[in-house]
């Protein structure tokens, strides 16, 4: 098992996107995000290309950190980016976790696609992809990053919550949008409804998931820190005791968050399947600190201690 790498080793293909990106923020008097998108169109046509060759998590970190730029013009708090050591953390499990050769992989609200990218990456060439988002403009930025990182990934521009006419997959990853979910109508559909008032959107989210995968799949979500304290929280653990066993609670370090009340961890989930029974004992487990090298390492080998005791 590879230790994930958290350097960023071209500042030069930032440079490259940025400059490009500002320039034709100033000609067209557009959006930052608007821009940018426009970068990548010309980037893929062949019109520009950055004078050195940078490698896919170079091109996607610096993409990044554009999108982020791009995110500071114009908040929407819904949008927020995954950090980049977490989704290497999820890439690490979705690795431990998932021991096919080719597997697909659905991320369900996948914005800019930069976890999903980040999990491709680090797993490059054993998975194809699948992306949900309902904004235009972020599901473009995520298939022309898709494209530019050479990565197979079919994008779905709706609702995740609506029907999907997605076949079921291997594996899926999402940061969970979090909230109450608006149209009462399709929530109503869900065994995860609210019985009264508005549902919650990440509560269908892990519903719909699990609808979309294969009987034994395996499921990464980062869900809000007391996703097991709220007040439906009862309802949704008598669900996922029907559908699925648990594997792993993570709690994060709220270093990772500007503010501590949306602290988040990692639920791992697998699908229930006729043969595969639950883990002996489910990995609860705070990740530390992961800019600490030697913490990172000690988490690792008792992850994958578990693992093998539990999995094996």
Do not use: C
């Not at 914005?111 to 309902?134: F, Q, S």
């Not at 961890?265 to 487990?285: C, F, R, S, T, Y």
Request: charged share 25%.
């Amino acid at each position: 098992m590879r230790t994930a790498k958290y350097e960023f080793s071209n500042g030069k293909t930032f440079n490259f996107i940025d400059n490009h990106t500002t320039e034709i923020q100033k000609e067209q008097d557009n959006a930052y995000l608007e821009s940018l998108l426009t970068t990548t169109e010309k980037w893929l046509d062949g019109l520009i290309k950055p004078e050195e060759g940078a490698s896919k998590e170079d091109i996607r970190k610096a993409l990044q950190l554009a999108v982020l730029k791009g995110m500071k013009e114009h908040i929407q708090p819904h949008h927020q980016m995954t950090p980049d050591a977490l989704g290497l953390l999820v890439g690490y499990l979705v690795e431990l976790f998932v021991k096919k050769e080719q597997a697909v992989i659905l991320d369900p609200a996948v914005g800019t696609g930069n976890l999903l990218l980040t999990v491709m990456n680090y797993l490059d060439g054993r998975m194809t992809g699948a992306g949900v988002e309902l904004d235009d403009l972020l599901v473009r930025l995520a298939s022309n990053a898709g494209n530019l990182v050479e990565q197979p990934i079919t994008f779905y521009l709706q609702d995740a919550l609506q029907p999907l006419l997605i076949d079921p997959v291997d594996v899926v990853v999402s940061d969970l949008p979090v909230g109450y979910y608006p149209d009462d109508e399709t929530a109503a559909t869900y065994e995860l409804k609210a019985d009264e008032g508005m549902s919650y959107a990440h509560h269908l989210f892990i519903e719909q998931s699990l609808k979309h995968t294969a009987d034994g799949g395996y499921l990464f979500f980062i869900v809000p820190k007391a996703l097991f304290e709220s007040e439906h929280a009862s309802q949704l653990h008598s669900f996922l005791k029907k559908h699925a066993h648990i594997q792993s609670v993570m709690e994060l370090p709220e270093s990772l968050f500007k503010n501590s009340a949306h602290a988040k961890g990692i639920l791992v989930l697998q699908k229930k399947q006729e043969g595969i029974k639950a883990p002996k004992e489910v990995l609860l487990a705070r990740v530390p600190n992961m800019s600490k090298p030697e913490s990172m390492s000690k988490f690792f080998s008792q992850v994958t201690s578990w693992f093998k005791e539990n999995k094996e």
